[in-house]
């Protein structure tokens, strides 16, 4: 057997032993933030269900956990023929099902997660007088 019709069925077996985690999720970078008005953009994106931050080789990433819409019960693709390129080129070495701990620098799961990061990063005055701020701002508004 050559060596492509071997990585094609090492592939084909992996995969189906797998339930397709690399179509339950997809990754963006995002430009790395520096000051504190990018920072709290993040808490927002964090506010929202199914996202997540991660730092890998100093790139910031939103990870987006929303499977894809054609991946069927039984874990197998729908779209199979017309599956776009992304997946059509997806390896089995290191992908999801057998690469080791991603060992990311940095990891959020919530706005919470990031609150407290920024408390530690601007510190918790910095934190505090900008909502003051806002608070101040938004009952000029409700009197005006
Ligand atoms: S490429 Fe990896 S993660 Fe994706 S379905 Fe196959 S074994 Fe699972
Ligand atoms: S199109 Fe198919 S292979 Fe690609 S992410 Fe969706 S289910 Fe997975």
Redesign the pocket.
Known sequence: MSKTRKAKSKKKVLCHHCT?L??RYFALPIDTPKGWADYDDIRWYLSHQGTEIFVEDGDWYLNVLN??????GDH?????E???K??RT?QTDDCEYTGDDYGYELHFTSDRQMEDYMKVKFGPKVFEKYNKTKQKKCARRKAG
């Open positions: 397709g690399c179509c499977p894809c819409r054609y991946l069927a197998t693709c729908v779209n199979y017309l599956r776009p992304i997946c997806y």
